[in-house]
């Protein structure tokens, strides 16, 4: 079992790539070399493949760090199940996940959703998406400052608040305002539930 995110950023034609495409890259690469883990193609979308246990984590972490930037953001599907074929690249391979992940992705457009999952329990992926949903109520409207402390937590999830204040240059109690401000601890507990989820099924 694994994991495709398939997503494109939102509002990149009013940016640079160059603002952007590195981050993406940089984080990318964490997980593997392109094309075989993950593709950047026409431009702004892009394919990723990860573990089953990281996918949640690894979307709302590229969404973090694309809302860090002002006026980006990202829509993501993630499709969660087999692959049955692989090919010359990420875009190329094939199966349960790549085409729940697709089909997923396209059908956020129109549901006006930026973050969405498809695990193949249909039970599952009705509870996991309306928490979703709740939850991009607040990580839609992130700040760039939100956003940045909420990258740097999840990279750094050992730090204490006073560490995160010393990498932003700034004080121990804004860095605690800002965490509230990024509801950081309901996207903590929306992690620790999929992760109990995953395991159950």
Known sequence: MIAIITGDIINSENHPSSEWMDLLREYFARFGASPMN????????????????????????????????????????????????????????????????????????????????????????RTLNLMLQLALDFMDTWSVVSAEIVVLVLDFPNDSQKEIAQKLGI?????????????LDLVLDLLAYYEELLIES
């Open 38 to 125: 993950w593709e950047i193609y026409r431009g702004d979308e892009f394919q990723l493949k990860v573990t089953k246990k990281n996918a949640l984590f690894t979307a709302i972490r590229i969404k973090a760090m694309l809302k860090a930037i002002k006026g980006l953001d990202v829509r993501m599907g993630i499709g969660i199940g087999l692959e049955t074929y692989i090919g010359k690249g990420v875009t190329e391979s094939n199966g349960p996940a790549y085409q729940r992940s697709g089909r997923n992705f396209e059908s956020l457009k129109e549901s006006k959703v930026n973050l969405s999952i498809a695990t193949g329990n249909p039970q599952h992926d």
């Open 171 to 183: 004080k121990q109690s804004a860095v605690s305002q800002r965490l509230k401000r990024a509801r």
